[in-house]
């Protein structure tokens, strides 16, 4: 009897010790559970973030015009093609009009008579000059008048030549690239006419080019 007495004193006291338990547990997870969590302290940087959106484009852009007019016949760059300086990028054939034509060869005329004229007088003056018969002033003067004609004779010839077949001894009609560099936009095809660029007047673009060496972006941050 003694020995059943002990057995329940025994389960008795393990059913105790298990309730306790569980309490002692509980109200430790509770105490754990408070919508946040705990952290090692630790040392480190702050980063902020902004997102932008932009472009990434060339520096600097050169936009090349042709000096001459005409029709433009040869073509030997496209877009993405890389060229140096000094390349031949494209060919243009005079295409003037009866009319400039008429006023071109009415100038060569008009300009060598005027030579011819200035050269004579010279020549007389010169032998007044030695004989002492004027001064070297006059001569001079006269000198001058025959180099300026000479000048206009040349040039007058040069745009004849230049309309009839496309160059001159000094002048063709090509267009170099002036910068090495990548070409972006194409704005001419074989045919189509081309204006010059002069101090009047904006000219046809031909095309865009640009070092691609030298990148910047470009973006707004609010």
Excluded: C, H
Excluded at 81 to 86: A, I, P, Q, S, T
Excluded at 165 to 193: Q, R
């Amino acid at each position: 009897m003694k020995k059943w007495k002990v057995i329940l004193i025994v389960i008795v006291a393990v059913i105790i010790i298990g309730v306790v338990g569980r309490q002692v547990i509980a109200k430790k997870d509770s105490n754990n559970n408070k919508g946040y969590k705990t952290l090692t302290l630790e040392k480190g940087t702050i980063v902020e973030e902004a997102l932008a959106i932009g472009t990434i484009t060339p520096l600097n852009e050169i936009q090349v015009k042709s000096k001459i007019p005409g029709i433009v016949i040869e073509k030997y760059i496209e877009v993405g093609d890389l060229v140096k300086k000094g390349d031949v990028i494209v060919k243009i054939k005079p295409d003037p009009t009866p009319g400039e034509l008429t006023e071109a060869r009415r100038g060569v005329e008009l300009t060598s008579i005027s030579y011819k004229n200035a050269k004579v007088i010279l020549e007389r003056k010169k032998e007044l000059l030695e004989k002492k018969l004027i001064s070297k002033q006059e001569f001079e003067s006269d000198e001058l008048r025959y180099q300026e004609s000479e000048l206009q004779k040349n040039l007058s010839e040069d745009r004849l030549a230049l309309l009839e077949k496309g160059f001159t001894g000094e002048v063709e009609s090509v267009v170099k690239s002036p910068i090495t560099g990548t070409v972006l936009e194409k704005f001419i095809n074989i045919g189509d006419p081309v204006v010059p660029l002069t101090s009047y007047q904006s000219g046809t673009p031909l095309f865009t080019f640009a070092d691609m060496d030298l990148l910047i972006f470009r973006v707004k941050f609010d």
